[in-house]
């Protein structure tokens, strides 16, 4: 990954909404971004934060109100009507409903990026027929949209963004609309495509799983701004913001109250395995403790997340027990009343 020319810097960018008696709605505001060749980056938010409107304004769907985007070092502003359409065909993009031409077979749904840029015919179908392979629907080329699964509808829509060998691709909440183990599928292919092709991505969606999945660095947008950016493991063990806070410690999942006079929180963050480290303190000091919240995930190999116990009233057993966890190069913080 080349840290240091990004594919895609944005420099104050913001967005604002005109309605029809002149008043504004700010989208965006003040959006300073850097996103770097080969990575799969993620944009995630609650609705309404402004995610949609960004990545629109990413390729100049939308422009901005002030503010720019640079594409390999470009000024988009500064790009004339025919150069901003041969810039966007590096940039694909994959939307939550396909976008699929529904009177067009899969193959006919592929090549339609190639005619338009003016691909002779022959040329269009052996590239479409290829991409199909690379995405698993060869026994799909000759079937229509209405006879696909979700999941296949998706999967020709990558094909499609691929079509014209983009650099980028942008992805805007192109799982939502699928269910958990399509998700799955499909963010495998996006991960091999990203290996495969060392083409840059780009995940736009308010699924905190899907950024855990896939992502290397990761901005939560609120309220129309970044409000904090950085590595995926960073962000998930130690999120600074209540943004972030509410989209990794989802509050219906938290304990409000907790119980006894000593509780902790025990936090992977990466560094550490998945061993029954509970159950092996536990029988060490055969002292039974109280799981009162547990949220662990495996993200790429490593383990990842929480657990909040109850340890005894005993404080030199408590003590030792805290100092036990440790000793596994785990992060073990007291918490006192609030999860």
Do not use: W
Not at 31 to 43: Q, R, S, T
Not at 192 to 202: E, S, W
Not at 321 to 326: A, G, K
């Amino acid at each position: 990954m080349d840290r240091k020319n990004p594919v895609i810097r944005i420099e104050g960018l913001s967005k604002v909404f005109r309605g029809p008696e002149g008043e504004g709605f700010s989208a965006l505001e003040d959006i300073n971004l850097e996103i770097y060749p080969g990575e799969i980056y993620g944009i995630i938010g609650m609705s309404g934060a402004g995610k949609s409107t960004l990545v629109r304004c990413i390729n100049f769907l939308e422009r901005p109100t002030e503010g720019t985007v640079y594409f390999n070092d470009q000024d988009l502003f500064s790009l004339s009507k025919r150069e901003l359409y041969n810039t966007r065909q590096s940039m694909g993009m994959i939307f939550q409903q396909f976008n699929l031409l529904m009177q067009r077979t899969v193959l006919g749904n592929v090549c339609f990026p190639l005619e338009i840029a003016g691909e002779d015919k022959e040329s269009a179908e052996k590239r479409a027929v290829e991409l199909l392979s690379m995405v698993g629907l060869t026994d799909k080329t000759y079937a229509y949209p209405a006879q696909l699964s979700g999941g296949q509808k998706q999967r020709v829509a990558i094909a499609r963004a691929l079509a014209t060998n983009p650099q980028v691709l942008l992805c805007d909440e192109a799982t939502s609309a699928l269910d958990p183990a399509t998700t799955r599928d499909v963010l495998t292919l996006l991960k091999d495509i990203n290996k495969r092709l060392a083409i840059t991505i780009v995940v736009i969606t308010h699924e905190m799983r899907v950024i855990e999945e896939i992502c290397n660095r990761v901005a939560i947008i609120d309220k129309s701004r970044i409000v904090e950016e950085g590595k995926v493991e960073d962000i998930f063990t130690k999120p600074k913001t209540a943004a972030a806070r509410r989209l990794v410690f989802p509050e219906d999942h938290s304990v409000e109250i907790l119980p006894g006079t000593r509780c902790c929180r025990i936090v992977f963050d990466g560094n550490s395995s998945f061993e029954p480290v509970i159950a092996g303190m536990v029988l060490d000091f055969r002292q039974v403790v109280n799981i009162l919240f547990a949220d662990t995930k495996n993200i790429d190999g490593k383990a990842f997340g929480q657990i909040v116990i109850q340890l005894p009233d005993n404080e030199l057993m408590a003590n030792r027990m805290i100092e036990y966890l440790r000793a596994k190069n785990l992060s073990v913080e007291e918490v006192d009343g609030y999860v």
